[in-house]
């Protein structure tokens, strides 16, 4: 190992504005949202602290909207996918795509164009009555996903044609809710030109208006090529090629230059589906960090782009090496529905009607967004000669109230790259007493629960055993698999001098993330979490997984959860977890229901404020 870089942040520095744009993921098709498997997803995204994952991107909703003729709608199901999105406190990226009924076919006749309008307006008056206005008007809505791909209904004047109908049918019940495109998949294809063009100077089909109102421009831009190998992602490159659309736009069309701008699929590697065995481990975690930050030095202040949705598709279901945020066990295949983004709503009843039993474990690249999650709103600079898009060493801090947050990332641009560095962090601009320090880790065999599963597997001695270990794990590797989940955290108590400085040696492995949470001491959480609710599922081994959600008690530290059961409702409770949890959502596997459920929260030095309310389990 090399001698240790230093590395300084003072929190008391000059600071910038440091945007959560990073908070959005998606999948398709949108009729998972009324399965269980997506439910419970939805749960642990819904959960990450601070609203880390905010908003999810589904493609195909309006395939939802059942129809016999233009006009008739039926909304039920619709209904019932965006109200499992809002009660796990998300909010939709909506895009405005699908076809109810296979009713519209060329958008460049007139009356389905004006039926367009009339279904969008509907959409939206429908929303507003049952979310509010002031909810609706958080959410974004979309154009059809890349266009330049999937729209088969006309050519470009129909796909303008179509976007104007979604511009007046959502004006026409609230001009403040915000509509942006196209979601292209090719760089400045044709369709993303005469888009701007129409925009620009085009005539509003409906009003006879130059232009039509644009709110952002959004793209898609990956790291790597669809493959079955283990091309290595082009981060800086992705950088790259969103400039590209940025100085088109800048060039072309400039009255739309300070628009805000969105990545909305910025994946490493196209192909969910892919097996790459790296979606599972630290790797993915080191680089959805370096991504993030790239992203705020190379587009936000050396370019001054307006970022403001960084999204990914890791939101679909699937096992260790897809890209996606959890590891899927138990019988389903989905591989072929998400793959082709097929709705198959003739059997969506049966499904819905005889749940299959599944269990989820959440990688690491899920558990870095908890970690992201807990950056504070303005960001300062760290003196020293680092260049974390050469050497993968990088630094986010961010200060707040007695304190602050310190994310390090090591990751390079090649997936099976190993080794260490050293780092002495001397942190700067804290205010004298005692502090709690939070050291969160992912890496190797932290934060790592593949690892754990793998050993898992090699341990049995006969082939059959192997197998089943991998494909359907029991209920004590299942439960070695979640307690490994979870960052490994270490807490230091120190008494932090006149001078305001903390130094602490640190070692980070190639690849990981390290987050660095200095707190002042006061007084414990004086509020407990609240609106506690349950939901029971079939897990594998005969279980069932009650899963618990709660909204977090206000305050402006880290909070980490404890979740207790106990027989009766006025106890004695003991606490089930088996790490301290930074996300709102716990999933106890029981052999059947009963006993009562209740939540506390606790700060670093492990002081707990008061428990929820009594849940029945």
Same mark, same amino acid.
């Given at each position: 190992m090399t001698d240790a870089t230093p590395i300084r942040v003072d929190l008391n520095?000059?600071?910038?504005?440091?945007?959560?744009?990073?908070?959005?993921?998606?999948?398709?098709?949108?009729?998972? %949202? %009324?399965?269980?498997?997506?439910?419970?997803?939805?749960?642990?995204?819904?959960?990450?602290?601070?609203?880390?994952?905010?908003?999810?991107?589904?493609?195909?909703?309006?395939?939802?909207?059942?129809?016999?003729?233009?006009?008739?709608?039926?909304?039920?199901?619709?209904?019932?996918?965006?109200?499992?999105?809002?009660?796990?406190?998300?909010?939709?990226?909506?895009?405005?795509?699908?076809?109810?009924g296979k009713l519209y076919t060329d958008f460049n006749e007139d009356a389905q164009v004006r039926h367009w309008r009339d279904l969008v307006e509907a959409l939206a008056r429908r929303c507003i009555e049952r979310y509010g206005a002031e909810e609706v008007r958080t959410w974004y809505f979309e154009t059809w996903n890349e266009p330049d791909i999937w729209w088969k209904l006309g050519g470009e004047v129909a796909f303008n044609n179509y976007y104007d109908a979604c511009s007046e049918g959502l004006k026409a019940v609230d001009p403040a809710l915000r509509l942006g495109g196209p979601g292209v998949a090719r760089r400045v294809p044709p369709i993303f030109r005469s888009f701007l063009a129409h925009c620009d100077t085009g005539t509003n089909y409906f009003t006879g208006e130059t232009g039509v109102r644009l709110d952002f421009i959004s793209v898609h831009e990956k790291g790597a090529v669809?493959?079955?190998?283990?091309?290595?992602?082009?981060?800086?490159?992705?950088?790259?090629?969103?400039?590209?659309?940025?100085n088109y736009v800048r060039e072309h069309h400039p009255r739309f230059a300070g628009l805000p701008f969105i990545n909305n699929e910025c994946d490493p590697q196209i192909g969910w589906e892919i097996y790459h065995t790296w979606h599972a481990m630290p790797y993915f975690a080191g680089l959805i960090a370096k991504v993030i930050d790239q992203h705020q030095r190379l587009l936000v202040e050396a370019e001054g782009v307006d970022y403001d949705i960084l999204s990914n598709d890791n939101g679909f279901l699937g096992r260790w090496g897809q890209r996606t945020h959890l590891a899927y066990f138990g019988a389903r295949q989905f591989d072929a529905a998400q793959r082709d983004w097929v709705t198959d709503l003739a059997a969506l009843a049966a499904r819905r009607a005889n749940p299959e039993p599944?269990?989820?474990?959440?990688?690491?690249?899920?558990?870095?967004?908890?970690?992201?999650?807990?950056?504070?709103?303005?960001?300062?600079?760290?003196?020293?000669?680092?260049?974390?898009?050469?050497?993968?060493?990088?630094?986010?801090?961010?200060?707040?109230?007695g304190g602050g947050a310190v994310l390090l990332y090591n990751s390079v641009d090649r997936i099976w790259r190993s080794g260490a560095s050293a780092v002495t962090l001397e942190i700067a601009g804290l205010e004298p007493g005692r502090h709690s320090v939070g050291i969160f880790e992912i890496a190797q065999d932290k934060g790592d629960p593949f690892s754990v599963w793998e050993a898992q597997a090699l341990a049995n001695e006969s082939n059959a055993d192997q197998l089943a270990a991998l494909n359907l794990p029991n209920a004590e590797q299942l439960a070695a698999l979640r307690q490994a989940q979870e960052p490994a955290l270490t807490v230091r108590r120190v008494e932090?001098?006149?001078?305001?400085?903390l130094a602490l040696d640190l070692t980070l492995l190639l690849p990981s993330v390290a987050l660095v949470v200095v707190a002042r001491?006061?007084?414990?959480?004086?509020?407990?979490?609240?609106?506690?609710?349950?939901?029971?599922?079939?897990? %594998?081994?005969?279980?069932?997984?009650?899963?618990?959600?709660?909204?977090?008690?206000?305050?402006?530290?880290?909070? %980490?959860?404890?979740?207790?059961?106990?027989?009766?409702?006025?106890?004695?409770?003991q606490v089930v977890n088996p790490a301290g949890l930074l996300s709102t959502m716990y999933l106890h596997a029981v052999p059947s229901p009963g006993g009562w459920y209740r939540v506390r929260a606790r700060d670093l030095s492990g002081r707990e404020g008061p428990a929820s309310a009594a849940v029945r389990g």
């Amino acid at each position: 190992m090399t001698d240790a870089t230093p590395i300084r942040v003072d929190l008391n520095g000059p600071a910038r504005p440091w945007k959560r744009f990073w908070r959005s993921t998606g999948f398709s098709p949108a009729e998972l %949202l %009324l399965e269980p498997e997506m439910r419970q997803a939805l749960a642990h995204l819904g959960a990450v602290p601070n609203r880390g994952i905010e908003y999810l991107r589904v493609h195909y909703m309006l395939d939802l909207v059942k129809a016999d003729r233009l006009g008739a709608y039926d909304w039920s199901l619709l209904d019932q996918a965006l109200d499992t999105i809002v009660e796990h406190r998300l909010r939709p990226f909506f895009e405005l795509m699908g076809n109810p009924g296979k009713l519209y076919t060329d958008f460049n006749e007139d009356a389905q164009v004006r039926h367009w309008r009339d279904l969008v307006e509907a959409l939206a008056r429908r929303c507003i009555e049952r979310y509010g206005a002031e909810e609706v008007r958080t959410w974004y809505f979309e154009t059809w996903n890349e266009p330049d791909i999937w729209w088969k209904l006309g050519g470009e004047v129909a796909f303008n044609n179509y976007y104007d109908a979604c511009s007046e049918g959502l004006k026409a019940v609230d001009p403040a809710l915000r509509l942006g495109g196209p979601g292209v998949a090719r760089r400045v294809p044709p369709i993303f030109r005469s888009f701007l063009a129409h925009c620009d100077t085009g005539t509003n089909y409906f009003t006879g208006e130059t232009g039509v109102r644009l709110d952002f421009i959004s793209v898609h831009e990956k790291g790597a090529v669809k493959h079955a190998e283990d091309l290595t992602p082009d981060t800086v490159g992705i950088c790259r090629h969103e400039m590209e659309a940025v100085n088109y736009v800048r060039e072309h069309h400039p009255r739309f230059a300070g628009l805000p701008f969105i990545n909305n699929e910025c994946d490493p590697q196209i192909g969910w589906e892919i097996y790459h065995t790296w979606h599972a481990m630290p790797y993915f975690a080191g680089l959805i960090a370096k991504v993030i930050d790239q992203h705020q030095r190379l587009l936000v202040e050396a370019e001054g782009v307006d970022y403001d949705i960084l999204s990914n598709d890791n939101g679909f279901l699937g096992r260790w090496g897809q890209r996606t945020h959890l590891a899927y066990f138990g019988a389903r295949q989905f591989d072929a529905a998400q793959r082709d983004w097929v709705t198959d709503l003739a059997a969506l009843a049966a499904r819905r009607a005889n749940p299959e039993p599944f269990d989820y474990v959440k990688k690491p690249g899920l558990t870095v967004m908890e970690l992201l999650a807990l950056l504070g709103d303005s960001r300062v600079d760290q003196a020293g000669a680092l260049d974390p898009d050469r050497t993968g060493l990088g630094v986010i801090a961010t200060p707040s109230a007695g304190g602050g947050a310190v994310l390090l990332y090591n990751s390079v641009d090649r997936i099976w790259r190993s080794g260490a560095s050293a780092v002495t962090l001397e942190i700067a601009g804290l205010e004298p007493g005692r502090h709690s320090v939070g050291i969160f880790e992912i890496a190797q065999d932290k934060g790592d629960p593949f690892s754990v599963w793998e050993a898992q597997a090699l341990a049995n001695e006969s082939n059959a055993d192997q197998l089943a270990a991998l494909n359907l794990p029991n209920a004590e590797q299942l439960a070695a698999l979640r307690q490994a989940q979870e960052p490994a955290l270490t807490v230091r108590r120190v008494e932090v001098r006149a001078d305001g400085r903390l130094a602490l040696d640190l070692t980070l492995l190639l690849p990981s993330v390290a987050l660095v949470v200095v707190a002042r001491e006061a007084k414990p959480p004086s509020e407990a979490p609240a609106n506690l609710r349950r939901q029971a599922y079939r897990g %594998l081994n005969g279980s069932t997984n009650q899963v618990l959600f709660w909204d977090a008690p206000a305050g402006g530290q880290v909070q %980490l959860f404890d979740v207790l059961w106990g027989e009766a409702e006025d106890g004695p409770f003991q606490v089930v977890n088996p790490a301290g949890l930074l996300s709102t959502m716990y999933l106890h596997a029981v052999p059947s229901p009963g006993g009562w459920y209740r939540v506390r929260a606790r700060d670093l030095s492990g002081r707990e404020g008061p428990a929820s309310a009594a849940v029945r389990g």
